[in-house]
């Protein structure tokens, strides 16, 4: 059974940092590609991050580059998104997603590519 669990969205102020987790199933996590993605009223889902949890590749969205950082614990099979210096257009439902690998980075931003998702967190930022 694939299961993704977000967590860790809430409200902050502009400048401030919150830690979003995602809990995955075993079969989910080890030696597959995640990725964080993000969607605001009225707008696409857009990707955030990117990861292969079985090496070390990572990829993120120019937007979030040097203010995003994604970790993962290979033990709780939970990928972390460490988000700091937070905007206000940084608002949005953030999703956890995973595929498994063979696509290629180059297509790490696109969702159609992922078959899994969790159920979203909200993070507001003012």
């Known amino acids: 059974h694939v299961q993704l669990v977000e967590s860790g969205g809430g409200s902050v102020q502009a400048g401030g940092s919150l830690r979003l987790s995602c809990a995955a199933s075993?079969?989910?996590?080890?030696?597959?590609?995640m990725a964080w993605f993000r969607q605001a009223p009225g707008k696409e889902r857009e990707g955030v991050a990117f990861?292969?949890?079985?090496?070390?590749?990572?990829c993120y969205a120019d937007s979030e580059k040097g203010r995003f950082t994604l970790s993962q614990d290979n033990a709780k099979n939970t990928l972390y998104l460490q988000m700091n210096s937070l905007k206000p257009e940084d608002t949005a439902m953030y999703y956890c997603?995973?595929?498994?690998?063979?696509?290629?980075?180059?297509?790490?931003?696109?969702?159609?590519?992922?078959?899994?998702w969790g159920q979203g967190t909200q993070v507001t930022v003012s």
């Open positions: 997603a995973a595929r498994p690998p063979g696509y290629g980075s180059s297509t790490w931003y696109l969702a159609s590519y992922y078959n899994y």
């Open positions: 990861i292969y949890t079985g090496g070390d590749s990572t």
């Open positions: 075993v079969s989910t996590f080890s030696g597959n590609c």
